[in-house]
């Protein structure tokens, strides 16, 4: 476990096995961590 | 005759799962109104014709199908009638339907020819950027476009001495576009198209006078000291500069794994305290920039790790929850462009559940589709609006200028800004100047639309009671979002890129 909140984990291992433990606990919701980019809007060569 | 607009197809949906009876906070008049349009589709003419919905005259749908009485439904409909429908029934969801492809490999085929590499000793053409003064700008990204669509040119930032050195093909070279963006150092960048560039070609950068009339100005004016009185705001963001003289952060979190919890100022980057200025600043011009809502409460959620131009989902999500506990009525996220994934959707449902608005950028991607989060159907969704005459004719801005334009024939959808049925208001974001750490500067993008929006909501809260007061629940963030779209007014622009329109 990376971190964590009151309702929230962030955590690191296998994705199947991280699956199949989201699939016993309904309620929960399971994502792959991914990143958002910060918006810039100045024209560049190849963009 | 007016053009009849076109209609496409929406996918209707309570604001929480498929079933309004799942949903116990979920409005019962928007539950009735599910139920009605399920009767609607009993009767549904197959030919393709419209009819009114239930309970709005005005509204013209063909609802296709419906799963279960009180639960999603297929309609197709004009983008004008989405909003209206949006409009009355804020608490749904109505998203475009999407169609998917089979993912077969595309054939590899050479869009735009390869640069030729330089050769030893070819010619270069040096550009020399100085301020007014005549002094050298240091880090200037100087950008010269010998064909503007294809991206193909060459760029690079000024040394020392102000210079940078070109790889062109030769001493002299005809330029589609020639940019230069100053470092953020109070300073409006430049812009000159179609001509000879040659060597020793010299840009001189046209200072920021803080008195001028910029687009949030032109629009919105200077703002009263109390405006916004009574309102939480949440920035999450890069962090906010917690020492300029314009700003006073109330408090908030890095939420970024690893890092100091307690260090929510800049990471490196000046576009949060950038944002936070368009909202909150409370200085006054020429010595000081002003917000649109100086009275708010501001508190700041760094998401991207120190010197990082990347935010993960988690740590965006953990920002959110914590904006939520700390009772923030209004939450900008002036970021986006991921892959839409259950976790942050998620978290902007449990916000809306709990009695906050999530407002985002639509993005900068020259037009296409509202990119996720701002696409989310529970989230508002911002454009960028310009206006020429709020910029220097030969600043980067000129750019940007793009039909449409609206009633106003000077104002215009940033040609940046991206657009959709997914938007639900425009705010300006062209050349907008506002503070930075130890200054300012102005920026361009939906990035600043997106604050402009959030600090005109938060002026109209503060003199809406009856709305701040209400109990923190869906019925509340539905309230306030019905209240926002209320209060909007059209510039004369298709709903595709303005939404409602800019708020009043």
Known sequence: ?47 | MPKQPATQQFILLPSRGLRASHDREFNAESGSFLVDLAHASESASSTGVLSSLPGLPDVKARVIDSIHEDGAKLVEMSPSAALALRARHPGLRLLPIVWYELAIAPRASTLVAPPVPAARGAAMITVTVTAADHHPVVGAMVVAFTDFAARRGAQGKTNARGQVRLTLGGASRRIDRLYVYPPENGLWGFLRRNFLLRDGFQVSLQGLDLAFTDCLRFFYGNSPDGAGQGVTIGVIDCGIDTNHPDLHVEGGANTVPGENPSDFGPNGSPHGTHVAGIIAASGRPPAGLRGLAPAVRLRSYRVFGQGQREASNYAIIKAIDAAVTDQCDLINMSLGGGAPDAATIAAIADARAQGSLCIIAAGNDDRRAVSFPASDPLALAVSALGRIGTFPATSVEAGDVEPPFGTDRKNFIAAFSNVGPALDLVGPGVGVMSTIPGGYAPMSGTSMACPAVTGAAAKLLAIRPDLLSMARNQVRSNAIAGALFASAKTLGFQPEFEGHGLLS
């Open chain 1, 1 to 47: 476990m990376v971190d964590e909140t009151g309702r929230m984990l962030l955590v690191d291992g296998p994705a199947d096995d991280l699956q199949g433990l989201v699939a016993m606990m309904p309620d929960w919701v399971i994502s792959p961590e991914h990143t958002f980019l910060l918006p810039d809007p100045r024209r560049q060569i190849g963009h």
